[in-house]
């Protein structure tokens, strides 16, 4: 069997006499850890505060909805994965400070382009949603977003 390794959008996949062959990277974590709301919203806090630097309760009270505990396991976590640092301040009484590392600020144009494309895209996102769930809830199959245009049918559907 032939492999030959190539790339896509920085994805590296082998092309194998059956087709496209994908593996899972080993940074799965992280992507799942970057694409969660809660770091998104901690990122994008710190990109706007003086210094990239704030306060465990200026973060809490600058981001709506989130609980103390899940702004904390957000904080260890982007601080396991080097994207922040935590300062400790033996005052009384004791004060908190979180900071983007220098890897931290590199992220922020990346995050800067997946916010945008997701705020572009929204729109379509909630209307294929919308359109797939009165589907599945009706019984009929939804129809075809991509390819085919107003009316088309899923791949393997002919007819009317």
């Known amino acids: 069997m ?3 390794a190539r790339q896509i959008h920085g994805r590296p996949y082998e092309e194998t006499e059956r087709g496209p062959l ?3 990277c080993a940074p799965n974590s992280v992507l799942a850890r970057l694409g969660d709301k809660w770091t998104i ?3 994008s806090h710190l990109a706007l505060a003086p210094g990239h630097r704030l306060r465990f309760s ?3 009270n600058g981001i709506e909805g989130i609980t103390q505990r899940m702004l ?3 904080l260890r976590n982007l601080e396991r994965d080097g994207l922040l640092t935590r300062h400790y ?3 009384v009484p004791p004060r908190v400070e979180y900071a983007l590392t220098a890897m931290g600020a590199s992220m922020l144009p990346a995050l800067e382009g997946f916010t945008a494309w997701i705020r572009d895209n929204w729109p379509g996102i909630a209307q294929s949603r919308l359109a797939y769930d009165e ?3 009706s019984g009929d199959p ?3 977003s991509l390819g085919g245009g107003p009316g088309s049918r899923p791949a393997g559907k002919r007819g009317g």
Do not use: D, G, S, Y
């Open 58 to 60: 200026a973060m809490k």
């Open 89 to 91: 301040f033996p005052e």
């Open 135 to 137: 589907a599945q809830n």
């Open 142 to 144: 939804p129809v075809a």
């Open 22 to 24: 994908f593996r899972p």
């Open 2 to 4: 032939i492999r030959l």
């Open 41 to 43: 919203l901690v990122m």
């Open 72 to 74: 904390t396991l957000t």
